[in-house]
T-cell receptor, first 114, second 114 residues
């Protein structure tokens, strides 16, 4: 089965450090999402790419978060500097616009900022 | 403001019993509604997708209904199994054309006990 691959699976870092999370979407998918999930807020959309172009990043704190797709096989989410409130599970999902299929989620990166 | 509310927040049922989860939304203009199952520590997995013209869709023991007039959806699980223990998330997309705004419910946590 095709999968969305996220790395790393777990990351523990100190406050103030830079964190980079990576996502390899399913080959052929043209839509990529970054989500954050916490117990308090549930799933929140951070950023949304279509054909590698950012369509919506209004859910992302722009002063410290940045999301990019340097090529069709890689999406990155960077936090600099990280803060304890950024601790969450970060999911990447990909899909193909115009199909009736759901988005496929990766297994997530569990980030802990201490 | 686009909102998706799910009920109940949590539910415990005996193995073999049926249950129904609810999702109410105020998203506009409605595009589609998806139900996802999320096992602990994993990414969400798509169960069903419904557009405006569809009012019921099944996936095995899962049956989703949609009433676009009252803006309500339900997910019915028949003959529950222990493996159904998970969080069930309702996701509603708004908009048309190339851009859609995605709003997540906070989920219903289902526990099936023997």
């Amino acid at each position: 089965d095709a999968r969305v691959t996220q790395t790393p699976r777990h990351k523990v870092t100190e406050m103030g450090q830079e964190v980079t999370m990576r996502c390899q979407p399913i080959l052929g998918h043209n839509t990529v999402f970054w989500y954050r999930q916490t117990m308090m807020q549930g799933l929140e959309l951070l950023a949304y790419f279509r054909n590698r172009a950012p369509l919506d990043d209004s859910g992302m704190p722009k002063d410290r978060f940045s999301a990019e797709m340097p090529d069709a096989t890689l999406a990155t989410l960077k936090i600099q500097p990280s803060e304890p409130r950024d601790s969450a599970v970060y999911f990447c999902a990909s899909g193909l616009q115009g199909t009736a299929n759901g988005y496929t989620f990766g297994s997530g990166t569990r980030l802990t900022v201490v | 403001k686009n909102q998706v509310e799910q009920s109940p927040q949590s539910l415990i049922i005996l193995e073999g019993k049926n249950c129904t989860l609810q999702c109410n939304y105020t998203v506009s203009p409605f595009s589609n509604l998806r139900w996802y199952k999320q096992d602990t520590g994993r990414g969400p997995v798509s169960l069903t997708i419904m557009t405006f013209s569809e009012n019921t869709k099944s996936n095995g023991r899962y049956t989703a209904t949609l009433d676009a007039d009252t803006k309500q959806s339900s997910l019915h699980i028949t003959a529950s199994q222990l493996s159904d223990s998970a969080s069930y998330i309702c996701v509603v997309s708004a908009g048309s054309g190339g851009y859609q705004k995605v709003t997540f419910g906070t989920g219903t946590k289902l526990q099936v006990i023997p």
